[in-house]
């Protein structure tokens, strides 16, 4: 969301663009890296960072991403991606 300093005309301000956090299931651990994050996250608009937490990284179920969308278009509720010498087909919720 943009920001505002308290001097701006509000309604000048634009909101078609958001930050969203994205999280990618049935990702398998070996593929639970930043560079995947910024691959799937390029596919979906435009990349913003890969949760590389400790426990996002290492310890959870999916991968968190943080992608800027257009919220102007319809938002997808699931995207099937193949990864490299993957033998499986992941989603993203």
């Keep these: 969301m943009a ?3 308290g001097l701006l ?3 000048t301000i634009s909101l078609q ?3 969203f956090w994205v999280q990618v299931k049935s990702l398998p651990l070996v593929f ?3 560079a995947i994050g910024k691959l799937i996250g390029e596919t979906l608009g435009n990349y913003v960072v ?3 937490s400790r426990w996002s990284e290492c310890f959870s179920s999916f ?3 943080r992608v800027l969308l257009d919220v ?3 938002l997808r509720c699931w995207l099937a991606v193949r990864l490299p010498n993957a033998s ?3 989603e993203w919720v």
Aim: net charge negative; aromatic share 4%.
């Design 17 to 19: 663009y958001q930050e």
């Design 32 to 34: 639970m890296t930043r």
């Design 3 to 5: 920001a505002a300093d």
């Design 63 to 65: 991968l968190r991403i």
């Design 50 to 52: 890969t949760d590389q």
């Design 88 to 90: 499986k087909t992941v």
């Design 9 to 11: 005309d509000l309604l």
């Design 72 to 74: 102007s278009q319809a």
